[in-house]
């Protein structure tokens, strides 16, 4: 019910996006223009041009939903019933699985928008827009092998510090362009906010002990089919002694 509804709520967005697009509304004045021609004709044009305006951004969002799509593998493997991430510690807020997914799909989708217009832009600030964007957007594929394939919690927590840092700049050169690219973006930082906080509390939860966290080494108990081995008890056993060492003062 919860897709269903953020689906919904997509298309909904994206819709409302055709009809607010600058190179539609370009369209629409090119339209004006020739009211003297026949209403047949106008109304040709009008529905011609707002088609237009639609295909002009749509492209980009799918081709950032597809490349946001390239780690999904990677999470399902991980997330999937019986895996490594269901058997390791996670804080209480932690959303379902199922919440990621539409997420991310009207994220990037509004990603592609934004881009599509400051690629058509021919302000001062779009270059160094577009570059700034197409590192930021490197980054945040990243994440996902990072985390979910390599179990490198700590890494993924910087590579969030880094999101949230470039996209400040973004939303900075994306103001100059546009205030309306740089308003859809909020809910981006909302949420790198949010995956931020989730991916530290992780960590604390399973902090790294000679090279390895609990990720890592329920990956391997997944792989290999065994239950509770000897490395995960000596995991254990180094984390209550490092933990007794905090406790007495002693690090």
């Not at 997509?10 to 190179?23: D, Q, Y």
């Not at 302000?123 to 160094?128: D, G, I, K, M, T």
């Not at 993924?156 to 949230?164: E, H, K, Q, T, V």
Request: aromatic content about 12%.
């Amino acid at each position: 019910m919860k897709s269903n509804t953020l689906s919904l709520l997509c298309i909904s967005v994206f819709a409302i996006l055709g009809e607010v697009s600058p190179f539609s509304t370009c369209k629409r004045s090119v339209i004006a223009s020739k009211t003297s021609t026949s209403k047949t004709s106008t109304s040709k044009t009008s529905t011609s041009s707002t088609s237009l305006g639609v295909i002009s951004w749509v492209p980009y969002s799918v081709g950032h939903i597809v490349g946001g799509c390239s780690g999904t593998p990677i999470v399902i493997s991980g997330t999937k019933k019986g895996g490594w991430y269901s058997r390791i510690p996670l804080p209480s807020f932690t959303p379902p699985n199922s919440f990621f997914a539409p997420v991310w799909t009207i994220l990037y989708g509004l990603m592609g928008y934004c881009f599509a217009n400051v690629i058509k832009s021919t302000s001062p600030s779009a270059h160094l827009a577009r570059k700034f964007w197409i590192a930021h957007y490197a980054l945040n594929l990243s994440w996902a092998p990072i985390f979910f394939g390599m179990k490198r919690f700590r890494l993924g927590f910087i590579i969030n510090l880094l999101l949230i840092a470039s996209l400040g700049i973004i939303l900075r050169l994306y103001h100059s362009i546009d205030p309306l690219l740089a308003y859809l973006q909020i809910p981006y930082m909302c949420w790198l906010i949010f995956a931020t906080k989730l991916n530290k509390e992780i960590c604390k939860l399973n902090p790294t002990v000679d090279g390895k966290n609990r990720g890592m080494i329920q990956a391997e108990i997944c792989n290999s089919g065994e239950g509770y081995n000897d490395v995960m008890l000596e995991y254990d056993i180094k984390q209550l002694q490092a933990k007794a060492a905090s406790y007495i003062g002693l690090d």
